[in-house]
C-alpha cells in the first residue's frame, strides 16, 4: 500500500504564491509519473501539472509560465510551486503517483492523495 500525504494548501491573495508538496510512503519499488490534478466546485478533475522519473514534465495550458512542478526522487516528493495565482485556480489540489508495486511487475498502479484546499481570494 501507498500513502500519498499532501501539504501546503491554504488561502493567498490574486497574484501571490504558494508551493504544494506531496509525499510518498509505503512499500513499492519505483515511482514512474507524480503529478497534480485539481477540482473546482461543480467542474471535472483536470490536470494541472505532471513529471516523469526522468524530469519530463507537462503542464495544463491555464497554468504553463506560472506553475512549476519539480520532484526530490531521494525524499520520494513532489512539489508544485504556484505563481502569480488567479481566483480560477481556486480548487482542491490532489496529488497522484504512479507506482511500480515491485521489481517483477509489468503494471502501474496509480494512488492519490487527500486533497488540499487552495483559495485565491482578495
Known amino acids: 500500500q501507498v500513502q500519498l500525504v499532501e501539504s501546503g494548501g491554504g488561502s493567498v491573495q490574486p497574484g501571490g504564491s504558494l508551493t504544494l508538496s506531496c509525499a510518498a510512503s509505503g512499500n513499492f519499488f519505483s515511482i514512474n509519473l507524480m503529478g497534480w490534478h485539481r477540482q473546482a466546485p461543480g467542474k471535472q478533475r483536470e490536470l494541472v501539472a505532471a513529471i516523469t522519473s526522468g524530469g519530463s514534465t507537462n503542464f495544463a495550458d491555464s497554468v504553463k509560465g506560472r506553475f512549476t512542478i519539480y520532484r526530490d526522487n531521494a525524499k520520494k516528493t513532489v512539489y508544485l510551486q504556484m505563481n502569480s495565482l488567479k481566483p480560477e485556480d481556486t480548487a482542491v489540489y490532489y496529488c497522484?503517483?504512479?507506482?511500480?508495486?515491485?521489481?517483477?511487475?509489468?503494471?502501474?498502479?496509480?494512488?492519490w492523495g487527500q486533497g488540499t484546499q487552495v483559495t485565491v481570494s482578495s
Open positions: 497522484n503517483a504512479d507506482v511500480r508495486p515491485s521489481y517483477t511487475s509489468v503494471t502501474r498502479i496509480t494512488y
